[in-house]
């Protein structure tokens, strides 16, 4: 039976207090795979190196993004919940890929250019092959769905191309996954300049809630979120910041636009905004609680994670192998 499941493979990267974009976009939706799926979801450590991280905190947000995982709902006895530094075979075939990808392509990607300029003291090479690892992480598992938000598909694009070029070129090897990427909460902005995209890395705090935030902090950045100068509740072109808070509160009600729009007929930005602040609270405190459960005992952590990396391990190995077979590195 478990053959026959599709498997799914997804990551966060532990760069910094994840965001209800990163819940929205990523982690909730996982969350409703795990019974029809054979899923595997890591903590992408060796991706958040790409940005300089002071080492502690880089250690500490790797078992909260772990903890905020399982706090969300995933069970570690139905998924495969791993770091990715745990496995080495993430490295060694990023480096066999990065030899079947091209530099202009990576040139293209967004997220680079984004990136180079956010860090111009710092354009290492990591960032640049940074999709050559994610392509590395996908194609280890023969994933054949990868759930990620809007800001990944070009990401995604070009590990299908490294797939089908490598299958292309030796045999099949690497099963070409499909992006899975959901309708709601594709893309949450960043509530101080809702024509970016809500980051956990943004420098200005009031840009983005964090999953972990406290509900006075919750309710405080949604009532300072920058809107415009209509006072009507409702989805229009052009009114980037209301879009954003009614995707939100629809994320996370369930409620669509129309019926949005309905609730606050009559009422201003003021009461939609306290809403939504309230309600986004509310809804993550029993996350909350879990997440601070988990944190007390890191033993229980590690013990995931180590039972996480050995699955993880078994599988990689054997795609490993297939590849260097196929390349023609000699095998002992
Ligand atoms: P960073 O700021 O460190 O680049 P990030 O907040 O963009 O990080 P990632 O770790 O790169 O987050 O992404 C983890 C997952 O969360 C991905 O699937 C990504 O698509 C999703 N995601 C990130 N930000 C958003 C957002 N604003 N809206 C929807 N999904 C998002
Ligand atoms: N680049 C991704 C994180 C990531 C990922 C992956 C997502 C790294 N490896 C593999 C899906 C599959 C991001 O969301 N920024």
Redo the contacts with the bound molecule.
């Keep these: 039976m478990e053959q026959q499941k599709k498997t799914i493979f997804?990551g966060?990267?532990p760069?910094?207090n994840l965001?209800i974009?990163?819940y929205?976009?990523?982690i909730k939706n996982w969350t409703a795979l795990q019974d029809e799926y054979n899923c595997i979801y890591c903590v992408v450590d060796m991706h958040a190196i790409t940005v300089r991280q002071v080492p502690a905190e880089l250690r500490a947000r790797t078992y909260e993004t772990l903890a905020v995982y399982m706090a969300a709902g995933l069970d570690p006895e139905k998924n495969t919940l791993f770091v990715q530094s745990h496995v080495p075979a993430h490295a060694v075939l990023a480096w066999d890929l990065g030899c079947y990808t091209m530099f202009g392509e990576l040139s293209r990607m967004t997220q680079f250019k984004d990136k180079s300029l956010k860090h111009a003291d710092n354009i290492n090479a990591g960032l640049f092959t940074y999709p050559v690892l994610m392509a590395a992480d996908i194609l280890l598992y023969q994933a054949d769905l990868v759930p990620?938000?809007?800001?990944?598909r070009q990401h995604l694009e070009l590990a299908r191309d490294i797939a089908t070029r490598f299958n292309n070129s030796y045999s099949d090897t690497f099963t070409v996954p499909e992006g899975y990427i959901a309708k709601t909460?594709?893309?949450?902005m960043s509530l101080a300049e809702p024509t970016k995209?809500?980051?956990?890395?943004d420098a200005n705090p009031n840009a983005s809630v964090g999953i972990l935030d406290s509900r006075d902090d919750i309710i405080r950045k949604f009532r300072r979120a920058v809107t415009d100068s209509d006072t009507v509740v409702r989805y229009a072109e052009g009114k980037d910041g209301i879009n954003n808070l009614m995707s939100i509160y629809s994320c996370f009600t369930g409620k669509d636009f129309e019926a949005i729009e309905r609730e606050f007929e009559g009422k201003g930005y003021g009461d939609f905004k306290l809403a939504v602040g309230e309600t986004v609270a509310d809804c993550l405190a029993p996350l909350r609680e879990k997440f601070d459960a988990l944190m007390k005992d890191k033993k229980y952590l590690e013990d995931v994670m180590k039972n996480g990396a050995e699955r993880a391990n078994y599988i990689a190995r054997k795609t490993i192998s297939k590849v260097h077979r196929k390349i023609g590195y000699v095998g002992l």
């Excluded at 909460?185 to 949450?188: A, H, L, T, Y």
């Excluded at 995209?197 to 890395?201: A, I, R, Y």
């Design positions: 997804s966060v990267q760069s910094g965001t974009g990163n929205l976009g990523a990620v938000g809007q800001d990944q909460g594709m893309k949450i995209k809500m980051s956990k890395s």
